[in-house]
């Protein structure tokens, strides 16, 4: 069973504003990691968190972990048109090296 | 330099075929991924195997078959292909097995069944 959920599944905002997309599990994370795909291309990963209440930033792009280390937040700031594409989020549970992912949510930026 | 790379990108086939989906990683990384991503863009791990040996081995159909032949390379191979096999694959590679390191994707293969 799935254990990653994302929300929302699909987002399309203006360009300039600000959005979030939420990942959730029911267990506790050992590691949380942020990916971005564009169609046809593979994953590129982003930022990864593994500290309760962990905070990292690149560009316009900040990821947050929760203390309880269950819930992870994606912020995309002044968003872009080059922002476009889908974000998946990708945990590490109890099982070492076995990392399940969320269905994804797919991001349209429009100009 | 493509650090985790993958052939072919597409791979369109009549069921029933058997066709190899290749992947091969230049980290010096000592385990290797594949992943299936099904038309919903869910992402589920099939195989891992950390230095040519298996180590993850989730419920695929037994018509599915990774050879580690270094640890280098991790080739998907695929018997009698079904409709439902249809999806994109993605090989990836990280250092270790340790939760918590970063995984390096390919660019994924689209494999479609007719």
């Known amino acids: 069973s799935q254990e990653l959920e994302q929300s929302p599944q699909s987002l399309i905002v203006q360009e300039g504003k600000n959005l979030t997309i939420n990942c959730t599990s029911s267990k506790t994370l050992y590691g949380l990691y942020w990916y971005k795909q564009k169609y046809g291309e593979g994953l590129i990963f982003l930022m990864m968190l593994q500290k309760g209440g962990e905070e990292k930033s690149h560009e316009k792009i900040t990821a947050k972990l929760d203390e309880k280390k269950q819930q992870s937040s994606l912020h995309i700031t002044a968003s872009q048109p080059s922002h476009a594409g889908i974000y998946l989020c990708g945990a590490d549970s109890s099982n070492a090296g076995k990392s399940t992912f969320g269905d994804g949510t797919t991001l349209t930026v429009k100009p | 330099d493509t650090a985790v790379s993958q052939t072919p990108k597409y791979l369109v086939t009549q069921m029933g075929n058997d066709k190899s989906i290749k992947c091969e990683q230049n980290l010096g990384h000592d385990t290797m991924y594949w992943y299936k991503q099904d038309s919903k863009k869910f992402l589920k791990i099939m195989f891992s195997?950390?230095?040519?040996?298996?180590?993850i081995n989730e419920t695929v159909p037994n018509r599915f078959s990774p050879k580690s032949p270094d640890k280098a390379h991790l080739n998907l191979h695929i018997n009698s292909l079904e409709l439902g096999d249809s999806a994109v694959y993605f090989c990836?590679?990280?250092?270790?097995?340790?939760?918590?390191?970063?995984?390096?994707f390919g660019q994924g293969t689209r494999l479609t069944v007719v």
């Open positions: 195997y950390n230095n040519k040996e298996l180590i």
């Open positions: 990836a590679s990280s250092q270790d097995t340790d939760g918590g390191t970063e995984a390096f």
